[in-house]
């Protein structure tokens, strides 16, 4: 890289281009459950990332949440109640399923 060359922030580059595609967000969100199932966490932040893609303020308002309530839900001390967590799905248009564990990614 050439010194008059900029580095591209990467949660920045991720925000752009979760930006305009819904298909973009739904694979994120699903990669993040499917790679972190034991960290729930990373769903959080997942889902917080798409937040600031959408903007923070629409996507609350979308969700049926206050600005703040949902800064406080997606922090890093959230833990939100499981009905918070269907409305942030459902103003991405999205829903949360259920199906089995592939047999190679069975734990224990």
Do not use: C
Not at 5 to 22: F, G, P
Not at 41 to 67: M, N
Not at 82 to 92: G, P, Q, S, W
């Amino acid at each position: 890289m050439n010194k008059n060359e900029k580095s591209v922030d990467y949660r920045e580059s991720l925000i752009e281009r979760l930006r305009d595609s819904e298909e973009e967000q739904m694979f994120y969100l699903k990669a993040s459950l499917e790679d972190n199932w034991d960290e729930p966490h990373a769903f959080l932040l997942a889902l917080k990332t798409i937040a600031d893609a959408r903007g923070f303020s629409a996507f609350a308002e979308d969700a049926g949440l206050s600005r703040e309530s949902l800064y406080r839900t997606l922090s890093e001390n959230g833990n939100p109640k499981l009905d918070t967590v269907f409305k942030m799905l459902h103003a991405l248009g999205m829903k949360l399923t259920v199906e089995p564990i592939d047999d190679e990614k069975k734990v224990g």
